[in-house]
């Protein structure tokens, strides 16, 4: 039960006065924290670069602090919130922004192309990610068929870093993303920004979304079940762990490795997103 009555106005409130007014604490186990920099906020509105003819898919309104500045930009907005006292919230203090749409629901439950109501052009996600789903709602998003044009996203400092990695830091979470999309830190974020402040800093990320992958993969389920192979035992030769995990002789995997180019003993991290294409393609001829 929220402890107050709605007051509509809610940019006029700061996070610590809204949760004072609904008497409710930030949830640690939902991953809870909100931002509450006025100039953050505005660089992540910056950084979505919204007109009124796009709409926005936003993860994790909380207590609506940037779902308002989305709304003053955008034609619309979509908010998926999980917390069912959050969104009783939204929904008063929203209530005067006629183009936004509060969901109640978790995202990783629902499909963007049955979440989003019929729009003429393509749409765009604002986040601010709890650290322990990042991953999972990344590869939901851009997994799906009705993939966004464009992500702007908080999260943690650390994930930010190894989205952005080259070769010699890559990760399967990079392999996943600049599969998809060209992702860039727009900027850090202090712990301080948040309330209650988590114990490590941030960073806003926004990710370009290809229209088609850039290297020339068909079956991103089997290229995918490459990588995976190979960083499933990252202290391993290439050699070694793709055919660990992909159970194939030893002899085989060296002799595509070497075909594509690539030393049998380097370790999956050094690869470049063209050289695990290179790699899916000679072991795919193989069957």
């Known amino acids: 039960m929220v402890g107050a009555e709605p007051s509509h106005v809610g940019h006029q409130h700061t996070v610590r006065q809204l949760l004072r007014a609904y008497g409710l604490r930030p949830r640690r186990e939902l991953g809870q924290n909100f931002l ?3 100039a953050i906020l505005r660089r992540i509105v910056d950084a979505a670069e919204l007109t009124t003819d ?3 898919l936003e993860v994790g309104p909380g207590l609506g602090t940037l779902t308002r500045p989305l709304a003053a930009q955008a034609g619309r907005v979509v908010a998926v919130e999980l917390d069912q006292q959050l969104v009783s919230i939204l929904r008063q203090e929203l209530a005067d922004c006629l183009n936004v749409e509060i969901v109640h629901g978790d995202i990783l439950a629902l499909d963007p192309a049955t979440l989003l109501p019929e729009w003429p052009g393509e749409y765009k996600v604002v986040a601010n990610l709890p650290y322990y789903i990042t991953s999972a709602v990344l590869r939901h998003l851009l997994e ?10 908080t999260l943690q400092l650390e994930v930010a870093r190894r989205l952005v990695a080259g070769p010699g830091e890559m990760s399967l979470l990079a392999v996943s993303v600049q599969f998809y999309g ?3 830190i727009v900027t850090r974020i202090s712990a301080g920004s948040f309330y209650p402040s988590p114990q ?24 995918f079940r490459v990588v995976q192979a190979g960083f499933a035992q990252r202290r391993k030769q ?4 793709l055919a660990h995990g992909l159970r194939r002789p030893v002899g085989e995997v060296v002799a595509a490795l070497e075909r594509a180019g690539i030393d049998p003993r380097r370790r999956a991290e050094t690869l470049s997103l063209m050289e695990w294409a290179a790699l ?4 795919a001829a193989v069957g």
Not at 144 to 153: D, G, I, K
Not at 238 to 241: F, H, I, P, S, V
Not at 280 to 283: D, Q, S, V, Y
């Open 144 to 153: 799906s068929p009705l993939r966004p044009r464009l992500m702007v996203l």
């Open 280 to 283: 899916w393609r000679e072991l």
């Open 200 to 223: 490590v800093d941030s960073a806003v990320v926004r990710i370009d979304v290809y229209e088609r992958p850039p290297v020339p993969v068909d079956d991103a389920d089997s290229f």
């Open 238 to 241: 290439l050699r070694n762990a």
């Open 54 to 56: 796009d709409l926005v």
């Open 182 to 184: 060209k992702p860039r």
């Open 36 to 38: 509450e920099d006025p």
